[in-house]
């Protein structure tokens, strides 16, 4: 029986399905590139046992991973489950959320950056100077607008079909917590979610355009934060939160479709770039 005389229904399980195996493939293929060499963590930073409990596709996550990474703070990924987020029920809170040996819990980003400023004052490898900078008025009003203008017409445009959207879930396919079977429910099961929901986020943010939006709106952020010579950065020489709040959209599109149209993009490409090589290689320890 060919493709057209099947059934509406069991046509569509096919094209999902097909979709599913097509993201799944190109995950693997992901996992088999040569795993990049770890940064050295900090050696003036203590090791706090800090374990970061994230979402593998979440902006927010990937910003708050970026940030760790940077400074080189030693710590250990704890992968929740974006389907019962049963692994962080005990903090009341959805990721990020930090933890230290100590038990001092950070919910959310504003607080775990906090932390890891203070702790490294202490440590002393931040000055305070360099540590207000980071975390400056300015600053945090560029990752207020990240939230308020970018995440959500972010999550639309990676909405635009079942294959990209089942991509954005397909980091959970080599999430050591999770069963097999779990791994591809979380696929299945999330992204076949993503995508039907999007005419309603479409409707709900008034966005009919998501890619025009979300460039148009990342263009403005280079336009107006990279503004002059010695400004590579939002923060000037060097990145700060705002920064870093930007580069949280970029990474959380890694593996997907939409990651190679940003880094591609003549304006946005040479600041992905330059945050790619500051941020460097990840500082984490393990993961679980």
Same mark, same amino acid.
């Given at each position: 029986?060919?493709? &057209?005389?099947?059934?509406?229904?069991?046509? %569509?399980?096919?094209?999902?399905?097909?979709? !599913?195996?097509?993201?799944?493939?190109?995950?693997?293929?992901?996992?088999?590139?040569?795993?990049?060499?770890?940064?050295?963590?900090?050696?003036?930073?203590?090791?706090?046992?800090?374990?970061?409990?994230?979402?593998?596709?979440?902006?927010?996550?990937? $910003?708050?991973?970026? +940030? &760790?990474?940077?400074? @080189?703070?030693?710590?250990?990924?704890?992968?929740?489950?974006?389907?019962?987020?049963?692994?962080? =029920?005990?903090?009341?809170?959805?990721?990020? +959320?930090?933890?230290?040996?100590?038990?001092?819990?950070?919910?959310?980003? /504003?607080?775990? +950056?906090?932390?890891? *400023? %203070?702790? *490294?004052?202490?440590?002393?490898?931040?000055?305070?100077?360099? #540590?207000?900078?980071?975390?400056?008025?300015?600053?945090? $009003?560029?990752?207020?607008?990240?939230?308020?203008?970018?995440?959500?017409?972010?999550?639309?445009?990676? #909405?635009?079909?079942?294959? =990209?959207?089942?991509?954005?879930?397909?980091? #959970?396919?080599?999430?050591?917590?999770?069963?097999?079977?779990?791994?591809?429910?979380?696929?299945? !099961?999330?992204?076949?979610?993503?995508?039907?929901? /999007?005419?309603?986020?479409?409707?709900?943010?008034? !966005?009919?355009?998501? $890619?025009?939006?979300?460039? @148009?709106?990342?263009?403005?952020?280079?336009? =107006?934060?990279?503004?002059?010579?010695?400004?590579?950065?939002?923060?000037?020489?060097?990145?700060?939160?705002?920064?870093?709040?930007?580069?949280?959209?970029?990474? #959380?599109?890694?593996?997907?479709?939409?990651?190679?149209?940003?880094? /591609?993009?003549?304006? *946005? @490409?040479?600041?992905?770039?330059?945050?790619?090589?500051?941020?460097?290689?990840?500082?984490?320890?393990?993961?679980?």
């Amino acid at each position: 029986m060919s493709l &057209l005389t099947v059934p509406a229904p069991k046509a %569509t399980l096919v094209v999902g399905l097909g979709a !599913v195996a097509a993201a799944g493939l190109s995950a693997l293929w992901q996992l088999s590139r040569p795993t990049p060499g770890r940064k050295k963590p900090n050696s003036a930073a203590k090791d706090r046992g800090l374990e970061l409990f994230v979402l593998g596709n979440c902006p927010v996550s990937m $910003r708050t991973r970026s +940030v &760790l990474d940077y400074f @080189g703070v030693p710590w250990t990924r704890v992968d929740v489950n974006p389907r019962t987020f049963e692994e962080t =029920e005990w903090s009341g809170a959805h990721p990020p +959320v930090l933890r230290a040996a100590d038990q001092t819990v950070c919910r959310g980003p /504003r607080e775990i +950056v906090a932390y890891v *400023l %203070t702790v *490294l004052s202490d440590d002393g490898v931040l000055d305070s100077a360099t #540590a207000a900078h980071f975390f400056s008025d300015a600053a945090q $009003r560029r990752t207020q607008w990240v939230m308020d203008e970018l995440v959500r017409v972010s999550g639309l445009y990676q #909405a635009r079909s079942l294959s =990209e959207s089942l991509r954005c879930y397909a980091y #959970a396919l080599w999430a050591p917590a999770f069963s097999l079977c779990e791994r591809m429910r979380i696929v299945v !099961v999330m992204g076949w979610r993503m995508a039907r929901n /999007r005419d309603a986020l479409a409707c709900k943010l008034g !966005v009919s355009d998501p $890619r025009r939006v979300l460039f @148009g709106r990342l263009h403005a952020f280079i336009d =107006e934060a990279i503004d002059g010579p010695g400004h590579a950065f939002a923060g000037g020489r060097t990145p700060d939160m705002g920064d870093f709040a930007v580069y949280g959209i970029v990474r #959380a599109t890694e593996n997907m479709h939409t990651h190679s149209e940003l880094c /591609r993009d003549a304006q *946005l @490409g040479p600041w992905v770039e330059r945050m790619e090589k500051i941020a460097g290689t990840s500082s984490m320890l393990s993961a679980r």
